[in-house]
């Protein structure tokens, strides 16, 4: 397994920015699928962005255009950019590794089998 520390959240205004850090062990980051996941108080996690080892992205319909993945190989880091944030943005974000062959969804939380701790992301209305 791969282990992943988050970083980057915090409180911000409706509106503003936040640009969230997912720092992987492992010398084969590059090789694997990374994706972020939130949970939102007393809902279910939901699949929020992804990033393939070609660099192809995916996202969630209600994120879309406004929060942008990316990753850095050469530093074992994918980053999770968000702006335009609104208070239903509100959650714990946690990053996802998956790190070995498997035909589930990239959308789908049962394809990856590492995850970080999770990292806070209030928005203020």
């Known amino acids: 397994q791969v282990q992943l520390v988050e970083s980057g959240g915090g409180l911000v205004q409706a509106g503003g920015s936040l640009r969230l850090s997912c720092a992987a062990s492992g010398r084969t980051f590059s090789s694997y699928v990374m994706g972020w996941f939130r949970q939102a108080q007393g809902k279910e996690r939901e699949f929020v962005a992804a990033i393939t080892r070609s660099g192809n992205t995916y996202y969630a319909d209600p994120v879309k255009g406004r929060f942008t993945i990316s990753r850095d190989s050469a530093k074992n880091t994918v980053y999770l950019q968000m702006n335009s944030l609104k208070a239903e943005d509100t959650a714990v974000y946690y990053c996802?590794?998956?790190?070995?062959?498997?035909?589930?969804?990239?959308?789908?939380?049962?394809?990856?089998?590492?995850w970080g701790h999770g990292t806070q992301v209030t928005v203020s209305s």
């Open positions: 996802a590794a998956d790190s070995s062959p498997t035909s589930r969804s990239i959308y789908s939380d049962r394809r990856y089998d590492s």
